[in-house]
């Protein structure tokens, strides 16, 4: 399968906007060059500018942006028409421009060459206390007692790379109790839930509104030796078809995991609640620092109690409980 590159053209105010706009288009993985962080960055530790490569300072000498790649076939190129009609309607909302200029570049890349250019940055690494992720093409080169979990996102999914994913995995090692039952919204490559199962949960169901997330989490949980019947996976959209909520409540949960972006989690509120358990946890991520107290205060508004807000660099992670 060949892949389209989307290169989206802003600025670091109009970052999460347009990642949001992504999010809810079912494109749940990008990536992004934000000049802005990274002048400041240099600015702030003048002594590292002889360690920056000159290819990457002037790589990074251009506009912010954010990237996301879709397949190269029918369901792509109807994806790139919804991408186009949503950054059109962004950039009509920004009256001030400071979002950047919103135009978007498109660029063919082979499998091939996205597996080259793509597996040299992801490597072995320890998240929380207890989990390593590992990418399949490397080796371990030491024993470790951490829970191993191998992974091969596909092209359009998470690593657990992110801040976001990190912060989501550190409060599962703390909530997640054998015997569990666990929901994953916006699962993206599966890890949340598949991991939650390698903790011990007794079974995890896990929805996406990209239709390619159902094929690369099971792949991930084969890749992890979990049985098939303890994991369940679908596409979907939870907040817009009553259908999808109605196929997930025949049981409730003691945790729902929602590793998305503000806006898609405090419209996802009222349905969490309607299917966790009394006391049961409520883990979300995905959410800027500037709209912590918008997210914190819609979760109080759907019945949940604030249990602890984590953060990693600009990004917030909160743990709440149903009352």
């Not at 109605?246 to 609640?273: Q, T």
Request: with cysteine; glycine share 8%; charged share 25%.
């Amino acid at each position: 399968m060949d892949w389209i590159e989307i290169n989206i053209y802003t600025s670091s105010e109009g970052i999460e906007p347009v990642c949001g706009r992504l999010y809810r288009l079912g494109i749940t993985g990008v990536s992004i060059a934000d000049e802005g962080e990274f002048l400041e960055f240099l600015e702030e530790n003048k002594a590292a500018w002889d360690y920056v490569d000159d290819t990457l300072m002037q790589s990074m000498h251009n506009e912010t942006k954010v990237t996301a790649y879709v397949a190269d076939n029918a369901q792509g190129n109807e994806m790139i028409a919804e991408i186009k009609s949503s950054v059109r309607e962004l950039k009509e909302l920004d009256t001030d421009g400071k979002f950047g200029r919103l135009e978007l570049e498109f660029s063919g890349m082979s499998e091939e060459d996205w597996a080259n250019n793509w597996k040299k940055y992801f490597h072995v690494m320890p998240v929380g206390e207890k989990i390593l992720i590992k990418p399949e093409w490397e080796e371990l080169t030491e024993k470790t007692d951490r829970i191993v979990f191998n992974i091969n996102p596909g092209m359009s999914f998470g690593t657990g790379s992110h801040y976001t994913t990190r912060l989501c995995i550190e409060q599962l090692e703390k909530y997640i109790k054998p015997g569990m039952e666990m929901l994953d919204l916006g699962c993206g490559s599966g890890i949340l839930s598949i991991i939650s199962l390698m903790l011990g949960a007794k079974r995890a169901r896990a929805v996406d509104i990209d239709e390619n997330s159902v094929h690369i989490a099971y792949e991930n949980a084969k890749r992890n030796g979990i049985n098939i019947s303890s994991y369940s996976v679908f596409a979907g959209d939870i907040i817009n078809d009553k259908s999808v909520e109605a196929r997930l409540s025949d049981i409730k949960y003691d945790v729902i995991v929602a590793n998305i972006v503000a806006d898609v989690i405090i419209a996802l509120a009222p349905a969490a609640k309607r299917l966790i358990k009394p006391g049961g946890v409520f883990i979300t991520s995905g959410i800027i620092a500037d709209r912590k107290d918008e997210v914190k205060n819609a979760l109080s508004e759907s019945g949940f109690i604030a249990e602890g807000t984590y953060d990693k660099a600009d990004w917030c992670a909160m743990v709440c409980r149903a009352d």
